[in-house]
């Protein structure tokens, strides 16, 4: 009675493993056929990069072939990115250099500048992964040592690398005269506000729950207290900021659906930014996270 039980128990057990190895592979070929096949290209011509090494900075400089203004655009990339993003065809700075081309303006000479996939311009305090405020004026010198001096200064990030554009250009504002951030992580809540306040940021903002707490795990990295968080907030620094002779100008844009919830900081700011004297351009867009409007940003950059 055991042996004729076993062969039909052994029966079993292999129909149930072809049956899951069929699901298996069924579940597989729909992945592999749904995904994406291809990515859309810009079709610009890039320009000539040459990369190098300051300290912990990596940096990229990049010149048109059709010849520079004078100007330096420092690019501070977003998460996850790297210092050689400026000619990938398949990002927003080769539709930006794309529109260049197209109007016939002569562009910056663009600096892309990286610390690693993940940064922030907070200046030194308790947290251990302070300091880089301190760091990138020293780094930025070294770099102007070597292509000289520019006509003027300007500052354009994405995300993450909108906050560390902001940052820097209200910490330093007669360093740069013009400041473009790009879907920048700016909250009308700090990462040190009640539980209950961040929730209700959840909730009135409509941003992910997951990516909140990412961020909020993240700026304790760079912040230990919310005395220095004000020091990386910029709806703080543009409070505190010493701003002469109405500069540096600023473009800022935000996505209403942006999962981020960054759309009502990033207003707020504009705001006070107009309250304060500053020439402000303010992009409300429809769309998601970095929803870019690319011909008024490149109008920007490049006049």
Not at 150 to 166: A, I, T, W, Y
Request: glycine share 10%; hydrophobic share 45%.
């Amino acid at each position: 009675m055991i042996t004729r039980k076993l062969p039909r128990k052994a029966a079993a057990l292999m129909l149930m493993l072809l049956l899951l190895l069929m699901v298996f592979a069924a579940w597989w070929a729909w992945q592999h056929i749904s995904r994406p096949w291809g990515a859309q290209a810009v079709n610009f011509t890039p320009a000539h990069q040459q990369c190098g090494q300051e300290g912990r900075l990596r940096y990229c400089v990049h010149r048109a072939a059709g010849g520079v203004n004078g100007d330096l655009l420092y690019h501070l990339h977003g998460r996850n990115l790297e210092a050689e993003i400026w000619n990938d065809p398949t990002y927003y700075t080769a539709m930006v250099q794309g529109y260049w081309q197209s109007a016939g303006l002569l562009p910056p000479t663009v600096v892309s500048l990286s610390y690693g996939p993940v940064w922030l311009l907070a200046p030194k305090g308790q947290a251990p992964h302070s300091g880089l405020l301190d760091t990138i004026g020293p780094d930025i010198a070294a770099i102007e040592a070597r292509l000289g001096q520019p006509r003027r200064r300007l500052l354009v990030g994405e995300s993450m690398g909108g906050l560390n554009s902001l940052v820097l250009g209200l910490s330093q504002p007669r360093l740069f005269d013009k400041v473009a951030a790009l879907c920048p992580n700016v909250y009308l809540n700090s990462p040190f506000a009640p539980l209950g306040e961040i929730r209700a940021a959840i909730k009135r903002t409509g941003a992910d729950p997951r990516i909140i707490f990412g961020i909020w795990k993240l700026a304790r990295g760079y912040v230990s207290n919310e005395q220095e968080w004000r020091h990386l907030s910029p709806l703080a620094l543009i409070e505190a900021a010493a701003l002469p002779d109405a500069r540096p100008s600023l473009y800022l844009s935000g996505g209403l659906y942006d999962r981020y919830g960054l759309y009502e900081g990033v207003e707020r700011l504009a705001q006070r930014a107009v309250q304060r004297g500053l020439p402000t351009e303010w992009h409300p867009l429809y769309g998601g996270h970095c929803a870019i409007d690319v011909a008024s940003l490149g109008a920007f950059l490049a006049r």
